[in-house]
């Protein structure tokens, strides 16, 4: 009798144990799709491509990934309409540290280290550039709080009694946390508060006046292609501000839950900042799609994306590329 009820404990553990394995592995070998932020700025992009690949090619998941701005996603992640948020700016958005709090959302691993925002202007408006025979306009300019006696050089051609500030998108997060800067920093009357449609306009903004040698004052950040091709300035902030990003994939509560294998990869997901901005930097002089450099990426950079999966999602992936 001992014997046959051992052998029944025994049974009925493997049986539980193998049903834990199943649950654990169990979210794409259920047919449940990984839906990803189609979030809308390079970095942004090119690691969404990336974790599809290795996601769909490695683990058999189907992957999709929903257009929107971030805050739109954010919301879609803490309903789990969406699953992975893959550069969440953590502590950021309202709506992230609500659904953080409320324990809808998680945020895992570091996709990126290293990397800053904040107020920008090119060198050569401070020290000016020989080779381009530009003169130093703004040689005492070193922190946020000296704009305001510096309006007319960042002149606005449509209210040239203004400067213009170039914000974010509107949608985006950092344009509320700007528009709430400006008015903290009692800039909010003398320049006005530019919103470009689309974060390929403020870099062609930024790009345009660069070239040109002329005064522009944005808001910009890194790992970006951009700052690859412009030598620009950081303003300097109240004391005690931090505006290193602290970056993370975010995870629906649901999804880190009940894929633990999946998670197990995305907490190791990781490519270091140099190398991030030297492809963001190819996809834009070479005019390479997100998707196509992903693969190029995957293909080229074993030794960083083999850290993240199995010795057997490593080989699928290789494979498929």
Request: proline share 5%.
């Amino acid at each position: 009798m001992k014997t046959k009820t051992a052998l029944l404990s025994t049974l009925l553990t493997a049986g539980l144990l193998a049903s834990g394995v199943s649950q654990a592995a169990g979210w794409c070998e259920s047919g449940k799709p990984v839906k990803f932020a189609g979030l809308n700025w390079e970095s942004a992009m090119l690691l969404t491509d990336v974790l599809q690949v290795v996601l769909n090619k490695g683990y058999g998941c189907e992957t999709d990934s929903l257009p929107g701005n971030s805050i739109t996603m954010e919301n879609a992640l803490s309903t789990n309409d969406i699953q992975v948020f893959a550069e969440e700016w953590v502590g950021r958005s309202e709506v992230w540290n609500k659904a953080e709090t409320a324990g809808k959302v998680v945020g895992v691993g570091a996709p990126v280290k290293g990397a800053v925002e904040g107020w920008y202007v090119p060198r050569y408006v401070i020290e000016g550039d020989a080779k381009r025979k530009l003169e130093a306009k703004a040689p005492d300019l070193k922190s946020i709080a000296d704009l305001g006696k510096y309006s007319q050089l960042f002149k606005d051609a449509e209210e040239p009694d203004k400067g213009r500030f170039y914000n974010c998108p509107a949608g985006w997060t950092c344009e509320l946390e700007n528009t709430e800067m400006l008015k903290s920093y009692g800039l909010e009357g003398k320049y006005t508060n530019f919103r470009p449609g689309t974060g390929p306009a403020l870099d062609a903004a930024i790009l345009s006046s660069y070239k040109r040698g002329e005064p522009i004052l944005a808001y910009y950040w890194t790992p970006t292609p951009l700052m690859g091709q412009v030598d620009m300035v950081r303003l300097e902030e109240k004391a005690g501000v931090n505006k290193t990003i602290d970056i993370k994939v975010g995870l629906s509560k649901t999804f880190h839950d009940q894929a633990p294998e999946l998670v197990a990869v995305l907490e190791k997901v990781n490519i270091p900042i140099d190398l991030l901005n030297e492809n963001l930097a190819r996809m834009t002089k070479d005019r390479i799609e997100s998707p196509k450099l992903a693969k190029i990426f995957l293909k080229e950079h074993p030794e960083v994306w083999h850290q993240w999966v199995s010795e057997d999602a490593a080989k699928k992936v290789e494979a498929s590329l």
